[in-house]
């Protein structure tokens, strides 16, 4: 294969070729056109053996990675404003339960007293009615 790339040129050297007659269709005889490199972070992310489609295939799965990745953020920022709404509501019901715990507190009280005053007044009242029928019988 090394005498047949001495003999013949590679398929590198015709691609070098075909560019060179694209620029030169492309720019009038004589004139100086700038070429800049690609600094080397940049030389990184542009492999030199990759073709046209692959670079458009390559582009696509960045685009899409892209949109995937605005997704997820998307999602979690609803995630996030979910959490905070949920938390909000969690501490409303907890207020709500502390007041309910505090009104049941305040009834169970009252309760007691109403209690408290019945017997005693269950007592005047049997008190009474013995005093009456004692009464009566003499």
Partial sequence: RTGQALLSPTYEDDDDILEERI????FSPGRN???FELPDSEALFLPKDMNSSQMAFKFKEV???EE???LWEDR???MEQKIEESNDKILK???YWLEAQAVCKSVNEQLAENQ???E???KKYNKAKKLIKDYQQK
Avoid at 23 to 26: E, F, V
């Fill in 68 to 70: 995937d990745k605005s």
């Fill in 76 to 78: 979690q920022s609803a």
């Fill in 63 to 65: 685009q899409k990675s």
């Fill in 33 to 35: 056109v700038e070429v």
């Fill in 93 to 95: 019901l907890e207020n």
């Fill in 116 to 118: 408290a005053q019945y």
């Fill in 120 to 122: 005693a007044l269950d």
């Fill in 23 to 26: 620029l030169g269709s492309n």
